[in-house]
């Protein structure tokens, strides 16, 4: 089957289709060229019937979430994307007599409204999570963490497709191989489709004053207000601050075009305007070769690029 012939059947299914559709339209750098095709399946079991035809027919595709820690060129990429922007259901059961919530969500939901559900029930355990803005599928895939908070300490299980055998499956949270800003996800042919967190009773009071605290320190702290794709660099090593770092080096509101190397926290390279890919890019590669002469330490670039 060619691509026409595989959105007939898609749209039949139950999927919104967009032709060459703008991806800077889907991220938060709002960078990014266009895609040939961009599917938005309806349902968890459209989704699953759109990476079996896709990947049966060998379209190669790309899977966005919120957009939000993504680095996208901006030139018109070869690839479809698949859009998790319906995946959004969510499933609540109380355990051990309302001590414990149980929540199964689609990976599509919104991590930050996941935080203020379970916390506005009265339970503890995502608080970090209250400002973070990409999706529960995003956050699986990178163990999303602030605030010495991680996805993977709240995670009980996952329901994935696997590619290599066109299998529907579930992978408990050991099998996930959770580290700093890694799971299996990033090195395998599974795709998340949902998810199990569970959740301990908490102190109403004590979890309303976390989440205000660390709203309050990304407001204060991280550029929020402008187009970024969050922290730029992983932590290369525990003792080691990377904003602090570029600070250190003078390089606070440093520009390429217009990728900026935020004035408000230098971990955080913006987007104030109209910057390009290989702005961006320039950017942080000069960032890296900056810190490697001064520190002697190799940045990795946290945002996952695609070009």
Not at 93 to 116: I, P
Not at 157 to 183: G, I, P
Not at 185 to 193: A, E, V, W
Request: aromatic share 12%; glycine share 8%; with cysteine.
């Amino acid at each position: 089957m060619d691509l026409e012939d595989i959105c007939k059947e898609l749209y039949i299914l139950g999927c919104e289709i967009r032709k060459d559709e703008y991806l800077k339209n889907h991220t938060s750098f709002r960078i990014g060229g266009k895609t040939p095709y961009m599917f938005f399946p309806k349902t968890k079991n459209v989704f699953v019937e759109t990476l079996i035809l896709l990947k049966k027919n060998n379209i190669p595709f790309k899977i966005i979430g919120g957009g939000t820690n993504l680095i996208v060129t901006d030139y018109d990429v070869d690839f479809v994307v698949l859009s998790t922007k319906y995946l959004t259901g969510i499933k609540e059961e109380f355990l051990s007599d309302r001590q414990k919530l149980l929540v199964e969500t689609e990976c599509g939901v919104y991590l930050a409204s996941l935080s203020y559900l379970v916390s506005e029930r009265g339970y503890s355990g995502l608080e970090f999570a209250c400002g973070i803005p990409g999706t529960v599928g995003g956050a699986l895939y990178m163990n999303a963490g602030a605030y010495d908070g991680e996805i993977k300490n709240i995670v009980l299980e996952a329901e994935v497709f696997d590619l290599s055998d066109m299998k529907v499956k579930k992978f408990r949270n050991e099998e996930l191989e959770f580290s700093y800003r890694k799971s299996i996800f990033q090195d395998s042919p599974l795709i998340l489709l949902s998810s199990k967190q569970v959740f301990n009773k908490g102190n109403v009071y004590e979890i309303k004053r976390k989440i205000e605290e660390f709203s309050s320190k990304r407001l204060n702290k991280q550029p929020i207000e402008m187009p970024c794709a969050g922290s730029i660099f992983k932590r290369p090593k525990p003792d080691f601050y990377v904003g602090t770092a570029i600070e250190s080096l003078g390089l606070k509101g440093y520009s390429i075009g217009d990728a900026q190397i935020s004035s408000k926290h230098a971990g955080f390279i913006i987007n104030k305007g109209n910057a390009t890919f290989n702005q961006v890019m320039a950017l942080i590669d000069y960032v890296k070769k900056t810190i490697k002469e001064t520190y002697q330490v190799d940045l990795i670039v946290e945002p996952e690029i695609w070009k």
